[in-house]
């Protein structure tokens, strides 16, 4: 009974002792190899390059994207600005226009104004005879001339015919600057 007791209390048997030595050189393996890759630098510098060659791909990946979604954005900006400043081209060009029109409107008024009445008076009489000889020459012309000639002159004639006050207002001021100029040369 005390062999027994004392197997089971005190001294392993030999079954235990061949666990205990397998742990024991498992253990011993595993500290080996831990120490061998611990003491392995140039293994330690290929992980580390590694790790720092893949962190900057992925910083690099990401410069990328960030860099190709700034682009767009400021595209897209440039874009915007552009019709922006287009469309205020645009209406500062309509008001330009307007205001031209406007002054040339009384530019002309003005000029009629201050002409004689003389003054108006030829100039509706040359302008009636501009009329009556213009009249006479399409005559003439639409005996003489092609068709096709014939519809684009009648088509200027009929552009004449729908701007008649710029065309008077012009011949006003020609008599207007003619009669000027001969008075003041009478003057010298």
Do not use: C, H, W
């Amino acid at each position: 009974m005390n062999d027994e007791s004392q197997n089971k209390m005190g001294t392993p048997t030999p079954e235990e002792l061949r666990e205990q030595v397998e742990r024991t050189r498992d253990e011993l393996g595993q500290t080996v190899e831990a120490l061998a890759a611990k003491a392995d630098i140039k293994a330690q510098a290929k992980e580390k390059t590694a790790a720092v060659k893949e962190q900057a791909s992925e910083r690099a990946a990401v410069a990328r994207e960030q860099a190709s979604e700034k682009a767009a954005a400021v595209k897209e900006q440039a874009a915007e600005k552009t019709a922006v400043v287009r469309e205020q081209a645009a209406e500062k060009a309509a008001a330009a226009s307007g205001q031209i029109r406007e002054k040339t409107e009384q530019a002309a008024q003005l000029v009629k104004d201050r002409t004689p009445d003389a003054v108006l008076e030829k100039t509706a009489q040359a302008a009636a005879q501009v009329r009556e000889s213009a009249a006479q020459a399409k005559r003439y012309a639409a005996e003489k001339t092609p068709g096709p000639l014939l519809e684009k002159a009648d088509r200027a004639a009929t552009a004449a015919r729908a701007n008649r006050t710029p065309l008077i207002m012009g011949g006003a001021v020609l008599v207007a600057f003619l009669l000027i100029r001969r008075s003041r040369g009478r003057n010298r």
